[in-house]
C-alpha cells in the first residue's frame, strides 16, 4: 500500500490514495484551517467504520443473509495532553434486513472485531475498544 500527502495550503492536505482516490483533511479555523474537510484523526475513525462495516456486510452476504443496510456509529475518547491518542472508542452498528437473524448479526459484528479488520486489532493495540449492535428489521 501507498498513500502521498500534499500540503495546499493553511492548515489543507489532500491525500491521494494507491487506488488514486483522493480526500481533502483540514485544520479546525483556530489553527489556521479552512474546515474544508475532515480532521486526520477524523479520517482514522473513518477508516476503522469503513474496515469494520465492509467487513460486516461482506460476511452477511457471503452467508446469504438478508442484508439491506448497514450503518457504524462511532464515539471515541481522546488524551486531554499531546499526543492526544485515541483512548477509548466505542462502535455502535445498526444493521438492517427483512428476516435478518440476530446470531448472524453477532457473528459478523464479532469477527469482524476479532479477526478481520485490522484498523480494528491495531487501534485496540492503544485504546480501549468495545462495540454493540442492533438488528434493524425492514
Known sequence: MRATVKWVGDA????????????RMDGPPDLGGQDSGVRPMEMLLLGLGGCSAFDVVHILQRGRHPVSDCVVEIEAERAETPPKVFTRIHMHYRVSGDGLKDAAVRRAVDLSAEKYCSASIMLAQVAELSHDYEVVGT
Do not use: E, P, Q, R
Request: charged share 10%; aromatic share 8%; proline share 0%.
Open 12 to 23: 489543507a492536505f489532500d491525500g491521494t490514495a494507491g487506488s488514486g482516490h483522493t480526500v
